[in-house]
């Protein structure tokens, strides 16, 4: 008899050599070890159970309870003595598979893998776990899933036990395992299909032909669909006594597609997602484009030895450069090189094709076999944004680029779970680069494991003097005179002047050994806009190189741009206007792919233009809480308060204007001149900041606290101009430093690289929540006591707390539950931006229907006290709870990326909508589309459009506007 024995199916039991196991101190440490033994075969970082289990503390926090949780584990289990069930270590947790240790679980799986369907259904007596609960809902969400994949597993082992009984001629067990599929899903065909069956076996036809009814009314009940053509042509064959097939193997048998596809683990689903993308943004949406887009040339390999570090260097003798045969594919190249790989080449040279090509090798592999590594392509020249370890900024680029779970991501990069297929070394800025091949260097000293392919040019790689530590590393040979006159040929047409001009020309040649040039040059001479290709063989005689290159790439952007004029009615001269800012943009900010949402204030090129964002968004903030405050405002009259700030009365005194229209454009313009005053302070903050390489506190005390003392400082001098009443100066003072320190928290970052953030998606927790309680309450009873003095005279404390503390708190525990998530997917450029106005509306409903009502009830609670409120007394909470969560969730961050597009737009830097531009530009062949970005089809179209001199006059005016491409889809449009 094994020590422990863990039970799992229907409620959960443990027991420790024959006595149960019932006193665990929390749920917390309960679902640990349902999680570890679940997943036996796998090492977990503690850092990922820390999150999974405790994802709302601090990480010291989680890691503390982690701890705790683990020696209250291992003394249930009496860990100490014999085989270990834990095997604890410094960094990672895993089940000890050689334990003595039996899980029906378990067991029951390894009777499926067997096809023991006998054994799997007699072990399989009820549902996973049933009536378990973990304490967080990361852990719920993986039990659920686990549930429906032992659910759909019990399902198949049951369907294949009937089988197995039909086909030995056993009808009494083949009914039995037919109904309990039918207790577990009444809607499942293929188990009405052997149940019928069975039924005609043992003789009872007209059980068998009641059996179809049944079938008939659950479906209609159920699903509201009729019975598939295979139960109906057993039902026929049944009627007329002619079963076409024996019993022990119909045709008709087959499983129908009404059952769920099985579901996978947490961990394998966000495997499958991130292939997927992988797939749909690298090799659908770059590969296969380049490919397409010109006719491939094969490239050839050699071996570069001295490129790498060698261990062994002085006890092995290095090989001589070798080149490899065509024929050789470069995932058999990889596989010789254990798994780790530096690709060098030219500019131009096919690189990053490769690379890809090598993706598409192991993606292949990975949907075939899921013990395969996950192939993940990354650009490092974002890497020298902020320097930081390569484990921590591969994380950030999977959140980011793919938007997988930090926590998902932890796990793969700890685990060597990935395939890192790493391209742009060469990207990466001149005086970061040795720092960024040290930091790969020190990951494979940690993570040598781990599958690694690394693209850059040749001879930015030999600059750098540090070897990079990979099993070996190739070159791209250059082009060959035959490869490149074989291709002209093949093309025909204008390319024979081109074939000439390469033949008479020593620079020409030398050009043309870059695959990507000479795709270029044949396509520059083939437009109609160069008569009879006599562009090249005119500068062919230039001396620099660089002039030649430049007249080439400016030619195809050219030629580029006149089709995209003759197809959208862009002006072709702003096209390259566009690109041009697009490109020294992405240079500027280390990046290579550009998406829409990502905008921020620091891609604007003068400071006049960062100016102009600044005043123009913390304006409208000011605004936004002139209004809130107005509103707020509103309140004081519904409960028979009248008081007014006596700026307001001197106006209605002199013009008799309704005071509730004074109070909200005087609330408005001094707001207003708040918020202006906010964007100084904002703008000194952030030109300080401009340029640095370090990262600032997530509340940003010091910058906050000085636009709290601006704000302070401008209310009380405003407030006592007016020589205001002590009450109405205090609820000014206090009131509006707490709605721009908010305001100010929710809307903006801390400089003009992170100022707009996103809000994809809203998720619920109500333990999160029920944690807010205690500074909700804080809060609600601090605006009760000060707002008391202004309704003394006709409320009691206690009323005024019922009256406006408890919907404050209760705001305050609604935005505390409603978190910010990312997505899985991301389908098309900007989603971000729209999804976070969407979800700002959501987040701003849900809290204003909570709140009206809540008011409501309060109103009729103080009703009945004799405290008379006006009916619209919740109105006025409704549409302020509305603003206040609209804001948190995402409604300031659209606002602040529309008004910096149309400071783009206005300065001529790109057009408005900026979307079908991009679009069009792909299909042009100037861009490629990654996922919900875009990237230059080379490095060096993006390095020739950021060099071109730019032009001191913007475009002319009209180039803001254009008619929109009929190919354009209407989804991109919206954006």
């Not at 993940?376 to 950030?396: H, I, Q, T």
């Not at 044949?522 to 190189?545: E, F, I, M, N």
């Not at 400016?554 to 002006?571: C, D, L, N």
């Not at 697009?582 to 792919?593: C, F, H, I, M, S």
Request: one cysteine or more; proline letters at 5%.
């Amino acid at each position: 008899m094994p020590r422990l024995s863990l039970s799992f199916f229907g409620v959960f039991q443990a027991e420790l050599n024959g006595e149960p196991i019932l006193y665990f101190r929390s749920a917390n440490v309960q679902g640990l070890l349902v999680y570890l033994a679940m997943q036996a075969k796998r090492p977990f970082p503690r850092d990922t159970l820390a999150t999974l289990f405790w994802p709302h503390l601090p990480d010291s926090s989680a890691k503390k309870n982690l701890r705790q949780a683990l020696y209250q584990l291992r003394q249930l289990l009496d860990d100490g003595d014999g085989e270990p069930f834990l095997l604890v270590t410094r960094h990672t947790v895993q089940w000890n598979e050689a334990s003595d240790y039996w899980l029906d679980a378990a067991q029951f799986e390894a009777a499926v893998a067997a096809t023991d369907w006998q054994t799997a259904v007699s072990l399989a007596h009820a549902p996973l776990l049933s009536g378990f609960f973990g304490d967080n809902d990361e852990f719920e969400a993986w039990l659920r899933l686990e549930q429906e994949r032992f659910h759909r597993l019990t399902l198949d082992a049951l369907y294949e036990a009937a089988e197995q009984a039909l086909a030995a001629q056993n009808p009494d067990a083949a009914r039995m395992w037919a109904q309990r599929q039918l207790s577990l899903e009444p809607w499942r065909e293929e188990a009405h299909r052997q149940l019928m069956r069975a039924w005609l076996a043992a003789g009872a036809r007209s059980a068998a032909l009641a059996q179809y009814e049944n079938c008939v009314a659950t479906l209609q009940e159920e699903l509201g669909v009729a019975p598939s053509a295979e139960t109906t042509a057993l039902y026929e064959a049944m009627v007329t006594g002619e079963m076409a097939v024996p019993l022990g193997k119909p045709a008709l048998a087959t499983k129908t597609a009404v059952s769920l596809p099985l579901a996978l683990s947490l961990d394998r689903t966000a495997e499958q997602v991130l292939l997927q993308k992988v797939n749909r943004f690298w090799v659908e949406g770059v590969l296969q484009r380049a490919l397409a887009d010109s006719q491939q040339l094969d490239v050839m390999l050699e071996t570069v030895p001295d490129a790498v570090a060698n261990p062994w260097q002085g006890m092995v003798v290095a090989h001589d450069d070798t080149p490899l045969p065509v024929e050789v594919p470069i995932d058999e190249v990889f596989a010789a090189n254990g798994r780790s790989l530096l690709i060098l080449g030219a500019p131009g040279a096919g690189k990053t094709v490769l690379l890809l090509r090598l993706a598409q090798s192991l993606l292949a592999a990975a949907q075939a076999d899921a013990a395969q590594p996950l192939p993940v392509v990354f650009n490092l020249a974002s890497w020298g944004n902020d320097e930081r370890p390569l484990a921590d900024w591969l994380v950030a680029e999977l959140n980011e680029k793919y938007l997988i779970p930090r926590r998902i991501g932890q796990d793969w990069v700890d685990t060597g779970r990935l395939a890192l297929l790493l391209d742009g070394l060469d990207e990466v800025t001149q005086p970061k680069q040795a720092a960024c091949v040290a930091a790969i260097n020190a990951f494979r000293q940690e993570h040598g494991l781990g599958a690694m392919v690394l693209c850059c040019r040749q001879q930015i790689y030999r600059a750098i003097g540090v070897p990079l530590r990979l099993g070996g590393a190739v070159g791209l040979r250059p082009l060959t005179s035959s490869q490149t006159m074989t291709y002209l040929h093949q093309l025909g047409g204008a390319a024979h002047e081109l074939q000439q001009a390469i033949a008479q020309d020593p620079l020409l040649q030398e050009i043309a050994q870059s695959p990507l040039m000479l795709q270029v040059m044949s396509k520059t001479l083939s437009a109609r806009d160069l008569p009879d290709g006599k562009l090249l063989p005119a500068v062919a005689g230039q001396q620099r190189k660089e002039r030649l290159l430049h007249t080439i790439f400016a030619s195809y952007v050219g030629q580029m741009a006149q089709q995209m004029g003759a197809t959208s009615r862009y002006q072709p001269e702003a096209v390259p206007h566009w690109l041009g800012w697009l490109a020294r943009g992405l240079t500027a900010n280390n990046q290579t792919l550009f998406l829409v949402e990502g905008l921020q204030p620091g891609w604007l090129t003068s400071r006049r233009q960062r100016w102009g964002y600044m005043l123009l968004t913390r304006l409208f903030m000011g605004l936004f809480v002139g209004l809130l405050l107005w509103l707020f405002g509103l309140v004081g009259p519904q409960a028979g308060i009248h008081d007014h700030s006596r700026s307001s009365l001197l106006i209605i005194a002199r013009w008799g204007l309704p005071i509730v229209l004074v109070d909200c454009v005087m609330s408005l313009l001094l707001h207003a001149g708040y918020g202006l005053a906010v964007a100084v302070v904002d703008a000194v903050f952030f030109a300080r900041r401009w340029g640095q390489e370090r990262p600032f506190s997530s509340w940003d005390w010091e910058r906050k606290t000085a636009v709290g003392l601006t704000v302070a400082l401008m209310a009380l001098a405003q407030l006592l101009l007016f020589g205001e009443q002590t009450i109405l100066l205090l609820l000014q003072l206090t009131g509006s430093t707490f709605m721009f320190l908010l305001v100010s928290h929710f809307a903006f970052g801390q400089g003009y690289d992170n100022d707009i953030g996103r809000v994809e998606a809203l998720s619920g927790s109500w333990r999160a929540s029920l944690r807010s309680m205690i500074p909700a309450l804080a809060v609600g009873f601090s605006f009760s006591l000060i707002l008391w003095r202004l309704f003394s005279a006709t409320m009691t404390l206690a009323q005024v707390i019922w009256l406006l503390g408890l919907p404050i708190a209760l705001l305050v525990v609604i935005l505390s539950g409603l978190t910010s998530r990312y997505l899985e997917t991301r389908a098309w450029p900007n989603q971000g931006i729209w999804l976070s106005g969407r979800n700002a509306l959501l987040g701003g409903s849900i809290a204003a229907v909570v709140i009206a009502l809540a008011m409501a009830l309060v109103r009729l609670l103080l009703g009945w006290q004799g405290v008379v409120i006006g009916r619209l007394f919740s109105l006025y909470g409704g549409l302020v709870a509305f603003l206040v969560a609209a804001l948190v969730f995402g409604g300031f961050n659209v606002i602040n990326h529309l008004l910096l597009r149309l400071i783009l737009w206005w300065s001529g830097q790109l057009p408005q909508p900026l979307t079908p531009f991009l679009n069009a530009a792909v299909r042009h062949v100037l861009l490629y589309r990654v996922g919900g970005g875009y990237m230059f089809i080379h490095r060096l179209l993006q390095e020739h459009l950021a060099a071109a001199t730019q032009t001191a006059v913007p475009p002319p005016t009209n180039t803001r506007h254009y008619t929109p491409d009929p190919a354009t889809p209407q989804v991109a449009a919206n954006a």
